[in-house]
């Protein structure tokens, strides 16, 4: 390449992690074909740094790359241990690997241009993208970029928490774990003075799963905290953690928050993944609105239409998720408590469906119905006041 001159494309993919890559995928099976396509990213993604688990109808087009799926998910609290049938839904695991592989096969197919740079700047004047790198440089000029690196919001949120985790991939020497089952939620771990903690079981046969220990808080733990806790939720299952092998370990941290995340910060930049809104607020849950995204992006392009999806969630959901999280901030409602009404007065196929926001204004009525009504009606106040705050404060203009 030419470092004077700039490679001319009509879509570069800035960032070339799990958004990106389920875009590439999509561009391929849609048949997208003649359009000139870079990806800048200065690491080229490959083996297992990640898992995403999501749910959705059996005979998608991720079936073949998955590790493993399940009809029933147990969530558990300290009063009461609840066996879930998902049908027609199912729970699955996806690992990163077959992902990445898929995506580089796309790439090749598709013949784009691979450029292992760091992004240092997006220059929009409307009709194109300048993409620069270190010093300035530029290196592509598109006519659309579709960004996926993390971004903060755009302005700090009432309530911003995290999702952080520590994950085991253990490995036992004999049979422990149920195949055809999966622990969505076990929140009989000790909860945190400020947030909610759970630990759950993605098992892929029955010597071998991944164990994990999450909290939903407005702080990370140290490294000896999520041992900590992991021992300490393999002791409540009953389970020797000196009896078990570690084959990997998984840690992670997701935004949890109000704060709004443009979706399109410029005329031709589209932001994907968490920086474009993909990550649920009151769960942190975001593959499954990457996909969406990734498929709407290339069903657009195939129609010679911009790749600018929708988004990700209804915004009376967002409203929803804010509500929720304020309940929870505040010590309103319980974390145990507001997901255990939740799946014992809804199906659980509702409640899925709701935190993917795929439900109805009248599914939706049901879920607010299913919480603590005093202790929501007070967060939707104290909502509504900060929503009033936050306005008189933002300069205008």
Do not use: C
């Not at 996806?94 to 241009?113: F, N």
């Amino acid at each position: 390449m030419n470092d004077s001159a700039p490679v001319d494309v009509d879509l570069a993919l800035v960032g070339g992690g799990g958004a990106g890559s389920l875009v590439l995928a999509a561009l391929d099976r849609h048949g997208v074909r003649g359009l000139r396509v870079a990806v800048v990213d200065p690491v080229r993604k490959h083996g297992q740094d990640r898992t995403w688990a999501f749910w959705g109808r059996p005979g998608g087009d991720l079936d073949p790359l998955l590790s493993a799926s399940w009809d029933q998910v147990e969530v558990t609290t300290p009063a009461r241990r609840r066996v879930l049938d998902l049908t027609p839904l199912r729970y699955a695991m996806l690992r990163s690997a077959p992902v990445y592989a898929r995506a580089a096969e796309a790439e090749r197919r598709l013949g784009a241009r691979r450029i292992d740079a760091a992004v240092t700047g997006l220059d929009d004047d409307g009709a194109g993208v300048l993409v620069r790198g270190a010093d300035g440089v530029p290196l592509v000029r598109a006519s659309w970029v579709l960004d996926s690196r993390p971004r903060p919001p755009a302005r700090p949120g009432r309530t911003s928490w995290l999702q952080h985790f520590r994950g085991w991939w253990v490995e036992s020497g004999g049979p422990l774990f149920d195949p055809a089952r999966a622990v969505l939620m076990d929140f009989r771990t000790p909860q945190p003075g400020r947030g909610v903690s759970f630990g759950y079981v993605l098992p892929v046969s029955d010597r071998y799963a991944l164990v994990e220990y999450t909290e939903f808080s407005p702080d990370r733990l140290t490294d000896d905290g999520y041992d900590r806790a992991l021992r300490g939720y393999l002791g409540r299952l009953g389970l020797d953690p000196a009896a078990l092998t570690v084959r990997e370990v998984e840690d992670g941290v997701i935004p949890m928050t109000d704060a709004p995340f443009p979706r399109r910060p410029s005329p031709r930049v589209v932001r994907l993944g968490t920086a474009g809104g993909a990550t649920r607020p009151s769960t942190g849950f975001t593959f499954s609105a990457m996909l969406r995204q990734a498929d709407q992006v290339a069903r657009a392009l195939a129609a010679g239409r911009p790749p600018v999806p929708a988004p990700a969630y209804p915004r009376r959901h967002l409203w929803m998720d804010a509500v929720a999280l304020r309940a929870l901030d505040t010590g309103r409602v319980g974390g145990p408590e507001f997901f255990d009404r939740l799946f014992d007065r809804n199906p659980a196929e509702r409640v899925l469906r709701f935190l993917d926001g795929d439900t109805s204004p009248g599914e939706d009525l049901a879920v607010m119905r299913s919480s603590p009504l005093l202790a929501m009606t007070s967060a939707v106040v104290g909502d509504a006041a900060g929503r009033l705050r936050g306005r008189l404060r933002r300069p205008a203009g």
